[in-house]
């Protein structure tokens, strides 16, 4: 409690900016656009943030039922009616509004593009590793063929040489016939 009287206890709200966009998965709500453009109501909301956390903390250490927590929630409850407050008055401006609502179409199409433009950049590394495989297999097709190529075809190597007589079938000391007085 002391911390927070004492502004000791600090939660930064995110400053919705084009970085903050591109982190973000989700488009920019409507509170954190007027916040941005409106300073009373990035201060009140920052105070519900800080008063939020404080209950939170109390509701963990203490439990719901501590003196303490029961004080912190009307704290929270009070802050988060003059976010409310305010977020209505800022509303009711309709330059605000409009530019609440170009704030957060641009962050709903950002986050869009982004999104589309991961899923590009995956399918192109899907392609590529697909690209990458059809090579290898190429490759080792190629290879198959050079072997089945570069083999020597044993049986039909022996069968030339047996009908060429280079290479002697049968036995080595075979007998030696004469037909009309040649040896054959």
């Known amino acids: 409690m002391n911390e927070m009287a004492k502004g000791e206890l600090v939660i930064a709200t995110p400053a919705p900016s084009d970085d903050f966009v591109e982190k973000c998965q989700t488009p920019l709500s409507e509170i954190d656009s007027f916040a941005s453009m409106d300073e009373v109501l990035a201060h009140l909301q920052n105070e519900f943030l800080n008063a939020k956390a404080y209950h939170e903390r109390l509701v963990r250490e203490n439990g719901a039922d501590d003196a303490m927590t029961e004080v912190a929630a009307d704290m929270m409850d009070s802050a988060w009616c003059a976010m409310q407050t305010r977020l209505m008055e800022v509303r009711a401006s309709r330059e605000m509004m409009a530019k609440a609502q170009n704030m957060m179409r641009a962050s709903a199409r950002k986050i869009k593009e982004n999104k589309e433009e991961k899923e590009k950049k995956k399918a192109l590394a899907l392609a590529h590793k697909m690209q990458m495989l059809q090579h290898v297999k190429n490759m080792k097709r190629a290879q198959n ?40």
């Open 145 to 184: 063929i050079r072997k089945e190529r570069d083999k020597i075809p044993f049986f039909e190597v022996v069968f030339l040489l047996m009908m060429f007589k280079l290479l002697p079938a049968g036995l080595h000391n075979r007998p030696q016939y004469q037909y009309a007085g040649h040896a054959a």
